[in-house]
């Protein structure tokens, strides 16, 4: 089967810009996971999605980052305006149900100057 | 808010030796414990996973065991080799997923 898909693999912006990033899931997997994984550190939840339902968002800081699911398949994450402390890798993993294995994406590298 | 502790945060074991990974959890209603390695430059991928109606499961070299009542379960790699190098991540879940901050675990020739 069809791994994650995720874009662009690498973005370079300057800080106050906006970037999005996008990702497509296994299909068929109902739950969809964004992190954000900082160099050395474990991946920190940022959104999930049952569907196109939120089902946790509480470590999505909501006045600059942004996310979606439209027809309960693809995803899009945005971050406006960017910090410096947004550089970090942007990984997007589904699984068919929470509780099942999740298949991560190959992330999105993004460095804010 | 629920909570996922793992220790040690570095490991270093002589090749051919076991490791042990430890995590505690806070929400006892958690049921599904999943570990997943991460080599460097790579994504996350899951190695083995355990559920709340389980004590013990193991796969080859790798076993993973369950403590509901201290909310605590652990991952033990016996005959450890060199690839075994990589970060190791904990995670409790029922209806959101909560990771633990990773063991570096170096494979000591």
């Known amino acids: 089967e069809a791994g994650v898909a995720q874009s662009p693999r690498y973005k370079i912006i300057e800080k106050r810009q906006s970037v999005a990033f996008w990702c497509n899931p296994i299909s068929g997997h109902a739950t969809l996971y964004w992190y954000q994984q900082i160099l050395g550190q474990g991946p920190k939840l940022l959104i999930q999605?049952?569907?196109?339902?939120?089902?946790?968002d509480s470590q999505l800081p909501k006045d600059r980052f942004s996310a979606e699911r439209l027809k309960g398949v693809d995803s899009t994450l945005k971050i406006q305006p960017a910090k410096l402390e947004d550089s970090a890798v942007y990984l997007c993993?589904?699984?068919?149900?929470?509780?099942?294995?999740?298949?991560f994406g190959p992330g999105t590298r993004l460095t804010v100057t | 808010g629920e909570n996922v502790e793992q220790h040690p945060s570095t490991l270093s074991v002589q090749e051919g030796d076991s490791a042990v990974i430890k995590c505690t959890y806070s929400?006892?209603?958690?049921?599904?414990f999943p570990w997943y390695k991460q080599e460097l430059g790579k994504r996350p991928q899951l190695i083995i996973d355990i559920r709340s109606n389980v004590g013990e499961k193991k796969d080859q070299r790798i076993a993973v065991t369950l403590n509901k009542t201290a909310k605590h379960f652990s991952l033990h790699i016996t005959e450890t080799q060199p690839e075994d190098s990589a970060v190791y991540f904990c995670?409790?879940?029922?209806?959101?997923?909560?990771f633990g901050k990773g063991t570096r675990l170096h494979i000591l020739p």
């Open positions: 993993a589904s699984s068919l149900q929470v509780t099942y294995e999740q298949y």
């Open positions: 999605f049952q569907n196109n339902g939120v089902v946790d």
């Open positions: 995670a409790a879940s029922r209806d959101k997923i909560i």
């Open positions: 929400d006892s209603a958690s049921n599904y």
